[in-house]
């Protein structure tokens, strides 16, 4: 199983990019990169997927590079409503397993006026 | 309804009781999660599920512990002879099986337990 690391916490002002990096060093070849945002008495809500390269859509970016060890998920101009905890999780290998998914223990990112 | 159900969203329970967890997942989507998120905690594992069975219960804390899914569908998790640090949210999640898709989990808003 990949094991992810994540920075515990971040700062950040409203207006910056944010950038969140997670390790996943034991990635396996049909292991998908995925981020998820989670706001306080909530469930966690799918943010970004990806396999390799970048990908972007209305709300992030993900960049992967080549060795796919690590993953960076960018939030362009964040605003208050960003702040959040940010989870990086690796796994849905298998045609037809999605296999065990383990959360690490996630970014709390504050996001200050 | 379109998203993951769970019921129910509240549970107070006194210690030494039963207590069942029940989640709806998206129609269609074969594979169901099971976590356990204590406050201020992250996401803790429990078990998840391929259709009707689960190839991995070792995320189960205890032998008070067990989940089950008929029909591969609705999911119970039911806690036997609850302890106060089984107080925490529970989160069931769905996902459509393997491939691309993986990974992209649809959690629920959670089942709250507390236990006095």
């Known amino acids: 199983l990949a094991k992810t690391t994540q920075p515990i916490s971040m700062d950040s002002y409203e207006g910056q990019e944010v950038n969140i990096t997670c390790s996943h060093n034991n990635i396996a070849t049909n292991d998908y990169i995925t981020w998820y945002q989670q706001f306080p008495s909530q469930g966690p809500r799918f943010i970004i997927q990806g396999y390799k390269t970048k990908v972007t859509n209305e709300v992030a970016s993900l960049f992967i590079p080549a060795d796919r060890k690590s993953s960076t998920l960018s939030l362009p101009r964040v605003s208050l409503s960003d702040t959040a905890v940010y989870y990086c999780?690796?796994?849905?290998?298998?045609?037809?397993?999605?296999?065990?998914?383990?959360f690490g223990q996630g970014t709390t990112l504050q996001v200050k006026p | 309804g379109a998203g993951v159900s769970q019921s129910p969203s509240n549970k107070v329970t006194e210690k030494g009781k039963d207590v069942e967890l029940r989640c709806d997942p998206i129609?269609?989507?074969?594979?169901l999660y099971w976590y356990r998120q204590s406050l201020g905690q992250g996401l803790e594992f429990l078990i998840y599920?391929?259709?009707?069975?689960?190839?991995?219960k070792s995320g189960l804390p205890s032998d008070r512990f067990s989940a089950e899914r008929t029909g591969g569908s609705v999911s119970t998790l039911t806690i036997q002879r609850t302890q106060q640090e089984d107080s925490a949210v529970y989160l069931c999640?769905?996902?459509?099986?393997?491939?691309?898709?993986?990974?992209?989990?649809?959690f629920g808003e959670g089942s709250r337990l507390t236990v006095l």
């Open positions: 129609s269609g989507h074969t594979a």
């Open positions: 999640a769905s996902s459509l099986p393997g491939g691309a898709r993986a990974g992209e989990l649809f």
């Open positions: 999780l690796v796994g849905g290998h298998g045609s037809s397993n999605t296999g065990k998914l383990i």
């Open positions: 599920f391929q259709g009707n069975s689960a190839p991995d």
